[in-house]
């Protein structure tokens, strides 16, 4: 969401002043990035080889030329997304409120990706929505739906829309949703991502070319983050496609609790300590055998466990 930004006046070098601004980051690409302050929009670096800047992010700039500037410092965050392997964590963007993973009734949609992604926005503190695209794709619609099923049970608000063939509903179903809010589109390839976004930003298209050229990332548009704003004090953040979402910068305690169909057995287990992986009276694993928590849910989260014991950053 936008904040209002204020000039700040701060002494340079042998009495000179140089011009320090307020500005939220709307795209990225390596280590060039684009803020947006005082309605200007402004190529940025960072001191140094630091690249710990996402989008969304509200940030110190220091001027350097009329379209330039340096990215001093960022404020301080109200959530951070990001995802992490062994060895490295990728931002995906700051200060949201939502998340929506949007999945198709084809191609076949992950459920590994849907659930870390889940898992993710749990730990960040972020509200998550799916959405369903592609429903006039009749023949897929029921095996989806019904695939759905184990994340709606937990509550998580399902969306089904058309892109293609309701474009009028698709945008009366999910601008209310984004009204006021800062939220983020992720999930993988060919899923209509960007078929929703060109119908809820209708300059997306213009606004991504000159995003593109800005940051000098020619016509490889999917290849950053970017921003667009939804009205006065709304956002949404569209992310290139991904196959792999790493949380491995996750702990054990951090885990547990960003299962959400855990939490109704979390303190009930016969050791203070457990883990929930093979250990007796356990209340997790009792609720996997009587079905409360998917069996898939408890498998990928042994897994999660696992790679977050491999972390070497």
């Not at 404020?75 to 062994?86: F, I």
Request: one cysteine or more; proline letters at 4%; hydrophobic letters at 40%.
């Amino acid at each position: 969401m936008r904040r209002p930004h204020r000039r700040l006046a701060a002494k340079g070098g042998a009495g000179m002043s140089k011009t320090i601004r307020l500005g939220t980051i709307i795209a990225a690409h390596g280590r060039h990035y684009l803020a947006e302050s005082e309605g200007e929009r402004l190529q940025c670096v960072t001191r140094g080889k630091k690249t710990n800047v996402a989008v969304g992010d509200s940030v110190r700039l220091t001027l350097t030329s009329p379209n330039q500037a340096v990215i001093d410092a960022i404020e301080e965050r109200k959530t951070l997304l990001y995802r992490s392997d062994q060895y490295k964590s990728k931002l995906l963007a700051a200060n949201l409120t939502q998340l929506f993973i949007v999945v198709a009734t084809e191609p076949s949609f992950s459920d590994d990706l849907v659930s870390r992604s889940l898992v993710a926005a749990e730990a960040a503190g972020i509200t998550a929505h799916l959405i369903l695209n592609k429903t006039d794709v009749t023949d897929s619609l029921p095996r989806a739906r019904e695939r759905l099923q184990v994340y709606t049970a937990m509550g998580y608000p399902l969306h089904e829309v058309s892109a293609r063939a309701e474009p009028e509903a698709t945008v009366a179903k999910l601008a209310p949703l984004l009204a006021g809010q800062s939220s983020i589109l992720i999930g993988q390839s060919g899923m209509g991502k960007s078929s929703l976004i060109n119908l809820l930003v209708p300059d997306a298209d213009i606004a991504t070319r000159e995003i593109s050229e800005a940051l000098d990332t020619g016509k490889h548009t999917t290849t950053f983050t970017r921003l667009y704003h939804l009205g006065e004090d709304g956002c949404v953040i569209d992310s290139p496609g991904f196959q792999e979402f790493g949380l491995y910068h996750l702990s054990e305690g951090m885990l547990e609790r960003a299962f959400r169909d855990f939490a109704p057995h979390l303190g009930h287990c016969k050791f203070y300590n457990c883990r929930h992986l093979s250990e007796p009276q356990c209340s997790v694993l009792a609720a996997v055998e009587e079905g409360k928590i998917a069996r898939m849910r408890h498998t990928l989260y042994g897994q999660l466990l696992h790679e977050s014991a491999q972390t070497l950053y």
